[in-house]
């Protein structure tokens, strides 16, 4: 996997890994029958959070 989603979790929204995959996956862990979905906030969030990656990504591979 090209993203560690443990540590996009942990360093980007403060929460466990459980909880992003929770959110991605749509579980429902209410037992309401609503799917557990990102609100819009965290998915500005997580967009930023990938943009940060790939930025990064892309830096380390300039430097080489």
């Known amino acids: 996997m090209v993203v ?3 540590n996009v979790s942990k360093d ?3 929460r466990s890994r459980a909880w ?3 959110k991605m996956s749509g ?3 209410n037992g309401n029958g ?5 609100n819009e906030e965290e998915r500005e969030k997580l967009k ?5 990656i790939a ?3 892309t830096e380390a591979a300039n430097r080489i």
């Open 4 to 6: 560690n989603w443990s």
């Open 12 to 14: 980007y929204f403060g």
């Open 20 to 22: 992003l995959y929770q």
């Open 27 to 29: 579980t429902d862990v």
């Open 34 to 38: 609503r799917p557990f979905e990102f």
């Open 48 to 52: 930023e959070s990938l943009l940060d």
């Open 55 to 57: 930025r990064r990504l």
